[in-house]
C-alpha cells in the first residue's frame, strides 16, 4: 500500500515534469502570447507544487540530501517567483511589495547556508560541493540584485529582462534536477552542472537583446 511519502514523492515527479514541459513551451512560444502566458502560469504553478512537496517530503523523513533538496528548492522556486513577480512592476509607479523583499532575504538565507556547506564539503574533498557552491551562489546574486533593485525602485525599466533572466534560470535548475536524477550514474557531478553550463550563454543572450528592445 502506498505511503504519505510515496504519495507526495508521485507528485512532486509529476509536477516537476509538467515544469520541464511548461518551461519548454514557454520558451518556444511567441512572448506574450496568449500560449506563452499559458505555459508560463503552468510553468510557475508546478514549480510551486515541487517546492511545496520537497519540504513536505522533508519533514515525512528527513535526511542531509533532502535538506539539500529544499534549500536548491528555494532557490529555483524563487527565480520562478521573482520572474513572475517581475510583470508586476512594469510601470514606475510600481514599487516591490513585502513580499517581494520578504523572499529576495529569504533566497539570500537559504543560499549562503547553500553555498557555505558546499564550501565545507569541498574542504573535506567531496566534488559535490561544487554544485552546492554554483547553486548557491547564483541565488544570493539574484537575491541581492533584486533587493538592490528594489530600493533603487528601478525594476520598472527592467522588467523584461528580469523576466527573462529568472524564468529561464528557474528552468535551468529544473532540467538540472531532472538530469540528476536520470544522469548522476552516468555524469557524477556533471549530471547537475551540465545545464548551467548550457544555459548561461543563453540567458545572457537573450538578456542582451531584450535590454536593447525598446
Not at 26 to 38: D, E, L, N, Q, V
Not at 128 to 134: P, T, W, Y
Not at 175 to 204: D, H, K
Amino acid at each position: 500500500m502506498a505511503t504519505l511519502e510515496d504519495w507526495t514523492l508521485w507528485i512532486h515527479i509529476a509536477a516537476g515534469v509538467v515544469a520541464v514541459a511548461a518551461g519548454a513551451g514557454a520558451i518556444a512560444t511567441t512572448k506574450g502570447g496568449r500560449r506563452h502566458r499559458f505555459a508560463g502560469r503552468a510553468f510557475v504553478r508546478s514549480m510551486a507544487v515541487v517546492v511545496v512537496t520537497v519540504f513536505a517530503l522533508l519533514a515525512v523523513a528527513p535526511s542531509a540530501f533532502r535538506v539539500f533538496l529544499a534549500l536548491v528548492a528555494v532557490f529555483s522556486g524563487y527565480l520562478a517567483f521573482s520572474g513572475y513577480r517581475a510583470l508586476s512592476r512594469k510601470r514606475p509607479s510600481d514599487d516591490a511589495h513585502a513580499v517581494d523583499w520578504t523572499a529576495a532575504t529569504g533566497v539570500v538565507v537559504a543560499c549562503l547556508a547553500l553555498g557555505g556547506w558546499g564550501v565545507v564539503r569541498l574542504a573535506d574533498g567531496d566534488a559535490f560541493g561544487a554544485v552546492m557552491g554554483v547553486f548557491g551562489a547564483i541565488g544570493v546574486g539574484f537575491g541581492v540584485a533584486d533587493a538592490r533593485s528594489f530600493r533603487a525602485a528601478e525594476g520598472h525599466g527592467k522588467w523584461r529582462v528580469a523576466h527573462l533572466q529568472r524564468m529561464l534560470g528557474a528552468f535551468v535548475a529544473t532540467v538540472s534536477a531532472v538530469s540528476a536524477v536520470n544522469l548522476t550514474p552516468a555524469l557524477g557531478v556533471l549530471a547537475w552542472l551540465w545545464p548551467t553550463i548550457a544555459g548561461v550563454p543563453v540567458i545572457a543572450y537573450y538578456s542582451r537583446a531584450y535590454s536593447r528592445s525598446p
